[in-house]
């Protein structure tokens, strides 16, 4: 069984690696995809940027917030598109730095916290803020973090990031938060 968890956690690797190779090069925008009707999960998130290799320290800051080799702290939120919970390769990426401290530290524990905008009714957000808490739950136990190291919890669109009542403000509200103690 052990055999079949490193193979499977070997085979993520690999797809990460592909996916990070076709990932789109600094400056180019990729096109966005038309409006779809509301789906359950799928779309890619847009907001991308450029991101670091790998960390080689594990060190945290003075509030428990992982720390990249160069200080900066490592990115704890993951957005996405408008009824999705699909990661983008770009936050694919990030999780594999934060499976790896978690495996090296494994007495750190990581609260993920999934949130929506303020559409939807109350019952169908909670639900969609946990499915993107899965979503990167999901991501970190196959990577080798003990499910004992994490926590979700969905909070729907109760504690938005922007309160405001336009897209801009939706699409910061759309996301999962992973928060270390």
């Given at each position: 069984?052990?055999?079949?968890?490193?193979?499977?956690?070997?085979?993520?690797?690999?797809?990460?690696?592909?996916?990070?190779?076709?990932?789109?090069?600094?400056?180019?925008?990729?096109?966005?995809?038309?409006?779809?009707?509301?789906?359950?999960?799928?779309?890619?998130?847009v907001q991308?940027q450029p991101?670091?290799?790998?960390?080689?320290?594990?060190?945290?800051?003075?509030?428990?917030?992982?720390?990249?080799?160069?200080?900066?702290?490592?990115?704890?939120?993951?957005?996405?598109?408008?009824?999705?919970?699909?990661?983008?390769?770009?936050?694919?990426?990030?999780?594999?730095?934060?499976?790896?401290?978690?495996?090296?530290?494994?007495?750190?524990?990581?609260?993920?916290?999934?949130?929506?905008?303020?559409?939807?009714?109350?019952?169908?957000?909670?639900?969609?803020?946990?499915?993107?808490?899965?979503?990167?739950?999901?991501?970190?136990?196959?990577?080798?973090?003990?499910?004992?190291?994490?926590?979700?919890?969905?909070?729907?669109?109760?504690?938005?990031?922007?309160?405001?009542?336009?897209?801009?403000?939706?699409?910061?509200?759309?996301?999962?938060?992973?928060?270390?103690?």
């Amino acid at each position: 069984m052990r055999h079949v968890r490193r193979y499977n956690v070997a085979l993520l690797v690999v797809c990460a690696l592909i996916l990070v190779g076709c990932a789109s090069q600094q400056g180019q925008q990729e096109p966005e995809p038309a409006a779809q009707p509301a789906a359950p999960v799928d779309v890619v998130p847009v907001q991308s940027q450029p991101v670091q290799a790998e960390p080689e320290s594990t060190d945290f800051d003075s509030r428990s917030r992982p720390l990249m080799p160069s200080g900066r702290i490592l990115t704890t939120k993951f957005y996405f598109e408008l009824d999705q919970a699909r990661l983008s390769a770009r936050d694919l990426r990030l999780l594999e730095m934060h499976a790896n401290i978690l495996t090296r530290n494994r007495d750190r524990r990581l609260v993920i916290e999934g949130h929506c905008d303020e559409r939807g009714t109350r019952e169908y957000n909670l639900a969609l803020g946990e499915r993107r808490a899965n979503a990167v739950s999901s991501f970190l136990t196959s990577a080798g973090v003990r499910r004992s190291q994490i926590e979700m919890v969905s909070y729907g669109e109760e504690r938005p990031d922007d309160p405001g009542h336009d897209e801009s403000a939706w699409s910061k509200n759309r996301r999962a938060v992973a928060i270390y103690r």
